[in-house]
């Protein structure tokens, strides 16, 4: 996991009177979708407010939820994930967009951070620092 946004916590998030952090899930495969979509119902300060299968789905959805973080999948029919960061974020520069990506390859990285990813989670890290890496992403936002 590489996480490219400053360390703070999602307590002074919530303390800003924000609910919940609102998650959009966007991942080609629909058993990923659930499993994190579960995993992420059993937090207490985390929303799954949708889900998206390819890159033109997740610019869509973005667009109209406006979520905290976009969980965005790398590789995916459509549409890559490095195209829909770069058009949601043309859109809403101010979107946190985490790459989640069983790749490890640099070019990989790169392509997303170049596009404007705040961040890099390998699909393959455990639940608590992926939770963790999405709190300090939120926590760390401008407002």
Do not use: W
């Amino acid at each position: 996991m590489i996480s490219m946004s400053p360390g703070t916590n999602a307590a002074s998030y919530l303390a800003e009177g924000n609910m919940k952090i609102r998650i959009l899930i966007v991942d080609d495969y629909e058993m990923l979708r659930s499993g994190l979509k579960a995993l992420l119902g059993l937090q207490k300060d985390m929303e799954v407010v949708g889900e998206a299968e390819n890159g033109q789905d997740a610019v869509a959805k973005t667009l109209e939820l406006h979520p905290d973080v976009v969980l965005m999948d790398v590789n995916m029919p459509v549409m890559s994930g490095a195209e829909a960061t770069s058009r949601i974020l043309a859109e809403l520069p101010g979107m946190k967009i985490l790459a989640y990506s069983v790749q490890a390859e640099n070019g990989f990285m790169a392509s997303m951070l170049r596009a404007g990813a705040c961040g890099y989670i390998l699909k393959g890290c455990d639940s608590e620092e992926m939770l963790g890496i999405i709190r300090r992403t939120v926590g760390s936002r401008s407002a």
